[in-house]
């Protein structure tokens, strides 16, 4: 059982950056793919990074291509999503997931979640 934390949310101006963190509580046995999801009010959870269980294969959603970056760190656990020229649409609860071995783009794909952390952009 992976159970998964968020951390790193909080109200930034346009343009400005942002570190969300994802920890795992415990350790796992599993090699897991990790990923970032967002969900803005009133909208479905969508996409926004996913990274390999080995750091290589790595994905972006269009819209956040070029301005977020999503890494790992196996040995604490974590997971990582720098988001920097953040613009107000970016608004949104991000969830951390994860599933077993290969990248995945839908939300039906993951198997673990963790609570959210609230990201809102001032224009």
């Known amino acids: 059982q992976v159970q998964l934390v968020e951390s790193g949310g909080g109200l930034v101006q346009a343009g400005g950056s942002l570190r969300l963190t994802c920890l795992a509580s415990?350790?796992?046995?599993?090699?897991?793919?990790m990923a970032w999801f967002r969900q803005a009010p009133g909208k479905e959870r969508e996409f926004v990074a996913a990274i390999g269980w080995r750091g290589r294969n790595i994905y972006y959603a269009d819209s956040v291509k070029g301005r977020f970056t999503i890494s790992r760190d196996n040995a604490k656990n974590t997971v990582y999503l720098q988001m920097n020229s953040l613009e107000p649409e970016d608004t949104a609860s991000y969830y951390c997931?994860?599933?077993?071995?290969?990248?995945?783009?839908?939300?039906?794909?993951?198997?673990?979640w963790g609570q959210g952390t609230q990201v809102t952009v001032s224009s």
């Open positions: 997931a994860a599933k077993p071995y290969w990248v995945g783009v839908n939300m039906g794909e993951y198997d673990y």
């Open positions: 415990q350790r796992t046995f599993m090699n897991y793919v």
